[in-house]
């Protein structure tokens, strides 16, 4: 029943009522079918998503037109807010519908948009790949190849306006590869402060850096400051553990 005391200790993030004989499905719908306060990239992750699952479900109950008439219109917002394997799916869905309607211009319009959102998955996911593998590589090189650490920042950055988690994950690695003394610490700070303003947990990610952020401290024996980080720490992972 884990999701379900996720969203017990969690009400104002769920919005639901407090009802212990919900059940683990019941929790799961409660999730996917949330609403997002988060900020304006969150907001629109959700909506994109949560169109996709009405698609897909509309088509499941036979509303085949109504669900093809919304899928063209938000495969334009899911390619811009780069959500590849969404824009994907609906054109696989969308081949389907106008093969069935006997539209073979729409068919050969929407393959050529798989085809387009494929590429890009299969770019996306080779980039994640090399991001993470080089930020791994230069934590255990000395000296570090600043000239390609920032062309890979420069990557990365790119990603930044469209992406609330694993980009700036990877940019604040990056950024923390290429500094040192209080730059160093105000980076670990800056990392801490985003991931902790977010709407949803993301604990991982604030020990994460929080850890990072420690070692600094004793490095340098600012050990008052490594104790207040290191008990601020438990609270959030005994915290997190609850859930």
Same mark, same amino acid.
């Given at each position: ?21 919900? @059940?683990?499905? &019941? ?13 304006? /990239? ?8 949560? @169109? ?13 037109? @109504? ?7 938000? /495969?334009?917002?899911? #390619?811009? !807010?780069?959500? *590849? ?15 069935? #309607?006997?539209?073979?211009? !729409? ?23 090399? $991001? ?13 190849? @600043?000239? #390609? ?17 694993? *980009?700036?994950? *990877? $940019? ?23 991931? &902790? ?10 020990? *994460? ?6 070692? $600094? $401290? ?11 980080? /290191? ?8 915290? !997190?553990?609850?859930?």
């Amino acid at each position: 029943m884990r999701v379900l005391k996720i969203i017990q200790a969690n009400t104002e993030i769920f919005n639901a009522d407090q009802n212990e004989n919900q @059940t683990e499905l &019941e929790a799961i719908k409660t999730v996917a079918s949330m609403s997002c306060e988060g900020n304006e /990239i969150q907001k629109k992750d959700f909506e994109i998503r949560q @169109t996709h699952t009405a698609i897909c479900n509309l088509i499941s109950l036979g509303f085949r037109d @109504t669900a093809a008439d919304i899928a063209v219109k938000l /495969i334009p917002e899911a #390619e811009e !807010s780069q959500h *590849y394997k969404v824009a994907q799916d609906l054109c696989d869905r969308l081949i389907k519908h106008f093969f069935h #309607e006997g539209n073979i211009e !729409s068919v050969h319009l929407y393959k050529t948009l798989y085809d387009k959102f494929t590429d890009l998955l299969s770019y996306e996911h080779e980039s994640m790949l090399l $991001y993470g593998k080089a930020i791994q590589n230069y934590k255990h090189l000395h000296p570090l190849e @600043t000239d #390609e650490l920032e062309t890979l920042l420069n990557a990365i950055k790119k990603k930044l306006p469209v992406d609330n988690l694993w *980009y700036h994950f *990877y $940019y604040y690695q990056c950024k923390s590869l290429m500094s040192s003394g209080k730059e160093l610490e105000k980076i670990y700070l800056e990392a801490i402060r985003y991931f &902790e303003k977010l709407h949803f947990n993301h604990t991982s990610f604030i020990v *994460y850096f929080s850890k990072r952020l420690i070692q $600094y $401290y004793e490095k340098n024996n600012e050990l008052k400051k490594a104790k207040t980080l /290191i008990q601020k720490q438990k609270i959030l992972l005994n915290s !997190s553990s609850n859930n």
